[in-house]
């Protein structure tokens, strides 16, 4: 009776180290297959990136550029299931940033005047899929490459992203 009682004890055991496993693996391969979804991800950082309010002020419509900035600029940045988001130049410090400031959402910029986020920002859009596809996050610094997108006036500026590097 001893050993039956072991041997069930033990299979128990066993069968529960079992399912952590597959519970393990198949959260796994959920994360990989997301990363694999978002071909827009680059491994190796882009050379020739260029500040955000830099390349606002000389591009144009149709030109290739590499960009570096910070995902943010509004409460709401990254949509799920939209191939669109903003980055805000690296020389615009976030909320989090200011001393003594108690904003719950940094990545909004509200302690910036608005015409200095609007000079500072720009709107990345994929060529397909969803930014959080590729784990993108809000205060994430980026760059992107890709080609500017219409500009009707200097103050809207669209990147049609080919490329999006995360800066570790």
Known sequence: MKHTSLAIALSSIVALAGCGEQSSKSTDSSASVSVQNAAWLLE????????VSEVKSSATEGQTIVVRGRIGGRKETISDGSPVFTIVDLALPHCGEIPGDKCTKPWDYCCEKPEDLTA???????????????????????????????RPNASVFTVNATGVYVVK
């Open 120 to 150: 500072n920002m720009a709107t990345i859009r994929l060529a397909s899929g969803d930014p959080r596809d590729g784990s993108l996050k809000e205060l994430d610094e980026v760059i992107i490459k890709g080609t500017v997108g219409p």
């Open 44 to 51: 190796t950082e882009p050379t020739g990136a260029v500040s």
